[in-house]
């Protein structure tokens, strides 16, 4: 079992930065690709970006591609999403997300996950 608590998330203006913060427990998340998912109101979750397990292949969706940086610190247990030059339609709840490689992530086929973390975007 691993638990996932996400943090960072809050209020920014367009063209704003955040960075997202994941910390898991249960189990080192050194054994799982690590990734974000995000649900905007009335849409279905949607893949944000993954990160293989030693950080070594990344996958982002096109929409946030060259805006937002997924890395991890396996010491720390802990998997980061940085966002920049941030849109009104990023708003949404933020999940972090494990599985088993970053592809499968991708393809929505996840372990576990968080909570999430509201990010609001305004224009």
């Known amino acids: 079992q691993v638990h996932l608590v996400e943090s960072g998330g809050g209020l920014v203006q367009a063209g704003g930065s955040l960075r997202l913060s994941c910390a898991a427990s249960?189990?080192?998340?050194?054994?799982?690709?690590m990734g974000w998912f995000r649900q905007a109101p009335g849409k279905e979750r949607e893949f944000v970006a993954s990160?293989?397990?030693?950080?070594?292949?990344?996958y982002y969706a096109d929409s946030v591609k060259g805006r937002f940086t997924i890395s991890r610190d396996n010491a720390k247990n802990t998997v980061y999403l940085q966002m920049n030059s941030l849109k009104p339609e990023d708003t949404a709840v933020y999940y972090c997300?494990?599985?088993?490689?970053?592809?499968?992530?991708?393809?929505?086929?996840?372990?576990?996950w968080g909570q999430g973390t509201q990010v609001t975007v305004s224009s």
């Open positions: 997300v494990v599985g088993n490689r970053a592809y499968d992530l991708l393809r929505l086929d996840v372990d576990y």
């Open positions: 249960g189990r080192t998340i050194s054994g799982f690709a």
């Open positions: 990160s293989s397990r030693a950080g070594g292949t990344v």
